[in-house]
């Protein structure tokens, strides 16, 4: 009994067998939202539930991401990896994959709520953007009246950064595919993309928003958390062939990433969790672009600047990490709104089938998180947006009906 707590102190295993493998390469990007993969690495949570030779490997793209998993780590791809919430859905259809090829994948957690932001350049700074786009509308039609092209970044179509700044756009009387013209950027490249003039407004998690504000090059015209608070983003999925192949090994997975995402939520660690994830091997970023919006201080860089506010990212605190089915249910519809899926496409089926928070339920059991921290229900329920509009997970298409701006015809 002795040798076997000292192998697993916290008892993991001490119902099951342990992992079958002690390796996997999990891909990340340079994104804060990554931070429970780096933590769980730095900290030892892998390693202490069975898996020390996990690897976390940068990646350069979300469409890198989404080709390394197409590949798995026995064709020298990655076996999974911090990612963008709709990704599993839009590869498992095999709707962004090379000749349409599905590779499926679960949804094992979510990794955090919140704290992504909308970026706008200087020449808009005069104009009071915030949540609300519609000043934007007259400054964009005048740019395209002088023959120039309004650009909008984000980092991958279909992507929880592409669907706010669509949101956000569509809201303000903007069409995304229209009015703009959308532009793929890998979150590092954002903001010297924009110190260049390739474009008008963008969309991504931090640092990067804050890094703009600090270098003078553009201001936040909101967080994402304006648009809807409490939101989901990024996840952790996995190729299902490795979990069904490796089920321990992916609960042990799962285990340490909710262990590090416990300790990222601590405001006492926000601190050294910026500085781990600032340093050259990870995110190669100041610790001064990344500490203040960790901890909520919002410097907008038009003039507005607030502390404390409650657009911090959350880890594990109000469910954070536990990945609700209603939530990817509004990923998929968003995704019928934009043409990226069908609009007969059965939405819960497909959730059901790749969404596993039954394996977070396991994982949330062995490590013996309290009662209070596990939701009673697979839906969070209905989810209201800053313009009023009501998402009801039981009436998907109610939703899309209500929406003005949009591709699909339903």
């Keep these: 009994m002795s040798a076997a707590k000292a ?121 009071k953007v915030t949540a609300d786009a519609s000043p934007l509308k007259a400054a964009f039609e005048r740019k ?48 010297a993309n924009m110190k260049v003039g390739n474009m008008d407004a963008f969309c991504v998690a931090e640092p990067w928003n804050e890094q703009l504000v600090n270098q003078g090059i553009g201001f936040t015209a909101c967080t994402t958390g304006e648009i809807w608070f409490g939101h989901p983003e990024k996840a952790l999925g996995l190729r299902a062939a490795w979990v069904d192949k490796y089920p321990n090994a992916a609960k042990a997975l799962l285990m340490a990433v909710m262990e590090a995402q416990q300790w990222c939520d601590k405001i006492e660690n926000k601190q050294e969790m910026s500085e781990i994830v600032g340093r050259r091997q990870w995110f190669n970023v100041p610790v001064a672009d990344i500490i203040g919006r960790a901890k909520g201080d919002i410097n907008y860089g038009n003039g507005r600047v607030e502390k404390g506010t409650k657009h911090y990212m959350k880890f594990w605190s109000e469910h954070a ?36 928070e039954d394996l977070w339920r396991e994982a949330a059991k062995a490590l013996s998180v309290p009662a209070s921290d596990i939701p009673a229900s697979s839906s969070r329920g209905k989810e209201t947006f800053f313009d009023g509009k009501v998402f009801d997970p039981n009436d998907h298409m109610a939703y899309l009906k209500s929406l003005t701006i949009k591709r699909a015809v339903v």
């Design 144 to 191: 395209k009246a002088e023959g120039k092209e309004v650009k909008v970044a984000m980092t991958f179509p279909g992507g929880t950064h592409d669907l706010w700044i669509r949101y956000w756009l569509a809201a303000g009387g903007i069409d995304p595919d229209k009015d703009v013209s959308t532009i793929v950027v890998p979150p590092p490249q954002m903001v």
């Design 321 to 356: 990490s536990y990945p609700f089915k209603s939530h990817d249910q509004w990923f998929v519809t968003e995704d019928i709104r934009w043409g990226k899926f069908e609009p007969a496409t059965d939405v819960k089926a497909l959730v059901d089938k790749v969404n596993r």
């Design 7 to 127: 192998a697993f102190p916290a008892g993991a295993f001490a119902q099951s067998a342990g992992p079958e493998v002690k390796k996997a390469i999990l891909g990340y990007i340079a994104l804060m939202d990554a931070a429970p993969l780096v933590i769980a690495k730095e900290k030892g949570f892998f390693g202490k539930h069975g898996m020390p030779d996990v690897e976390v490997a940068k990646q350069a793209s979300w469409g890198a991401t989404r080709d390394n998993i197409v590949l798995g780590s026995e064709s020298n791809g990655i076996d999974g990896a911090h990612i963008l919430s709709p990704m599993p859905y839009l590869i498992s259809t095999g709707k962004v994959t090379q000749n349409n090829v599905p590779t499926p994948m679960y949804l094992l957690a979510r990794l955090n709520l919140d704290a992504q932001a909308i970026s706008v350049a200087n020449e808009y700074k005069d104009l």
